[in-house]
């Protein structure tokens, strides 16, 4: 499927396996990230254990993440695009949409606008039977528990 390049040129909040220390970081950020900020947006986090990554839907919690500002811009995004399974809006094939989002900088408290992939919830049923909400909003954290665990 054709990806869709995004219209303006905006940082990237990730808060999953595109944070650094991750297998997604390194396949398609490494080397490629001039900028990053410990950062918060505000959601409902939940770790999808049957897909292995986390899921961001509407809600009022911090999520914690990082923003990101990269090199090579557009054929990072098309490539994140890719990844996230975005096709463009209104798409109904979308597992995740690009979105533009206010993320606060943890460091400074200001605000910014950038790009956040949240999880477009096609199948309710799937996702419930699944789902487990991780009320503190930082999927590393959760994944280092998890993984101890296990």
């Not at 040129?9 to 950020?29: A, E, H, I, P, Q």
């Not at 811009?73 to 209104?90: R, S």
Request: proline residues 2%; negative net charge.
């Amino acid at each position: 499927m054709l990806m869709i390049k995004p219209t303006e040129k905006r940082k990237v909040f990730v808060y999953g396996s595109l944070r650094t220390g991750f297998f997604n970081y390194d396949k398609y950020l490494k080397g490629n990230v001039l900028n990053c900020e410990a950062a918060k947006i505000k959601g409902k986090l939940f770790h999808m254990p049957n897909k292995g990554y986390p899921a961001v839907l509407d809600g009022d919690d911090y999520i914690y993440g990082e923003v990101m500002t990269v090199a090579n811009y557009e054929e990072i995004m098309v490539a994140m695009d890719e990844m996230e399974g975005y096709y463009g809006e209104n798409n109904t094939d979308n597992e995740y949409i690009r979105t533009v989002m206010d993320v606060e900088i943890i460091e400074t408290g200001t605000i910014e606008k950038c790009y956040v992939y949240k999880y477009e919830l096609n199948d309710q049923d799937e996702f419930n039977k699944h789902k487990i909400y991780i009320s503190h909003g930082d999927w590393k954290n959760f994944m280092t528990k998890f993984k101890k665990d296990a």
